[in-house]
């Protein structure tokens, strides 16, 4: 059986530390959640500032 899980983040991987605090641990967290993955990255604007600017608008 597969299962399918997404996540998102504004941050870049790089950036989790700072989140975390501890480099090791964020690292072995990522390690973990990544292994088997695939990770795809998207740019452009995001779809929930989209509708928020268009409901702004109209009022």
Not at 35 to 53: A, C, F
């Given at each position: ?8 983040s ?16 964020t ?33």
């Amino acid at each position: 059986m597969t299962e399918n899980q997404r996540l998102s983040s504004r941050k870049f991987l790089s950036q989790w530390s700072e989140i975390f605090g501890n480099k090791k641990l964020t690292n072995a967290l990522l390690e973990r959640l990544f292994h088997h993955s695939k990770i795809i990255q998207t740019t452009g604007p995001l779809y929930r500032m989209k509708s928020y600017s268009e409901k702004k608008e109209t009022k």
